[in-house]
Each structure stands twice: as structure tokens, then as C-alpha cells.
């Protein structure tokens, strides 16, 4: 690690694959095997599990617990207390009757956050989703299944509500264009969702 990383006093940091100019705050555990890109926050009393990979300029609020197969890729947010899973039908591997399960990596499901997406504090996500890129996880939602990519989505089961743009900003779809009040970003409706068109 170079002169440029923070780390906290508190904080216990395993792993050597920091980014530089990245910031870990007090009380939080990186495990070895952690990959963090350059320019990341990692807040306060967060534990990232061996196996997790945070894309740079990405940014986890306080409270925050990432397991093994989780993979956040560039310029994510993570509100505080997000409950991310990696088992879709967990065990202790201590209990006899399930040490067989867990002999080998077959239960585990990754779970992966693309370029830019958010998701919200008290979020919960069932294990090997995609949040696609730029999409938005309202906080508390539950997410059961993938979310595309520019979607907002909230609720138990989490649904589609409305569109973001690259920047966070609502967009207002008028004969299935939009342009971004906030960038000026153009989309128009696509078979699956909303595209980038300018």
C-alpha cells in the first residue's frame, strides 16, 4: 500500500490491494483477498469478507457487511446497513447434517453491482442478482430478482417505479424520450427497459 491510502488506527486491513488515494475509516475489518480500487470510501464499523471486490471511486457508508461473491464495480453507493446475501438456502457448515453442503463452493452465489449503480440504506438483496448500471435500489427495498440497468426500484418485492439517469436524476419519458433536467442526457424506452441515446 502507498503513503496516499488512509487507514483509521481502529481499522483492521488484511489485505495489500488497496487503491491508492483510498479512505478506511475507524472500525472497520477488510479481510485478506480484498480488492479495492483507487479513491473508495469505506466507512465506519463495515467488514468485507475474503472474496469481496470494490470497483474505484466507489463509496460504502457506515455499517456495511459484504461477503464473499460480492463484486461492486466502479462508482458505486452503498447507503448504510445494505444486507447483502450469498446463500440462498444458508446452513451452519457446523451442523452435521449440512456439512456436506459446504465442502465444496457450489452454494455460494455471487452477487454483482455495475458501474454507478446505488442502493439505499436498509436495502436487502437475495443473492446472485445483477443491479445493472446506474440503476437505483430504494431504501428498504427488498430485491428478489435483477434490476436493469437507469431503473429505480422500491418496495417488498423491490419493482420498477421510475427511471434515473447516469447523474441520479428522475427522468420524464414523453413519446419515449427523456432528456435529464439535471445533465441533458438523452434515453429513449427500449424492449427491456430505458438506453442511453445521447
Known sequence: MTNDVFIHPTAIVESNCIGKGTRIRAFTHVMKEVEIGEICNIGEHCFLESGVVVGAHSTIKNGNMLWEGIILEEGVFLGPQVCFTNDMYPRSPRLP???????????????????????????????????????????????????????????????????????????????????CKECGETFAEAENGVERTG
Open 97 to 179: 447434517q449440512a456439512g456436506k453442503r459446504y465442502r465444496n463452493r457450489a452454494w455460494l452465489l455471487s452477487t454483482r453491482v455495475e458501474q454507478g449503480a446505488s442502493i439505499g440504506a436498509g436495502a436487502v438483496l437475495l443473492p446472485g442478482l445483477t443491479i445493472s448500471a446506474f440503476a437505483m435500489v430504494g431504501a428498504g427495498a427488498v430485491v428478489t430478482s435483477d434490476v436493469p440497468a437507469h431503473a429505480l426500484v422500491t418496495g417488498n418485492p423491490a419493482r420498477v417505479k421510475k427511471w434515473v439517469c447516469r447523474c441520479g436524476n428522475p427522468l420524464l419519458f414523453k413519446q419515449s424520450s427523456a432528456v
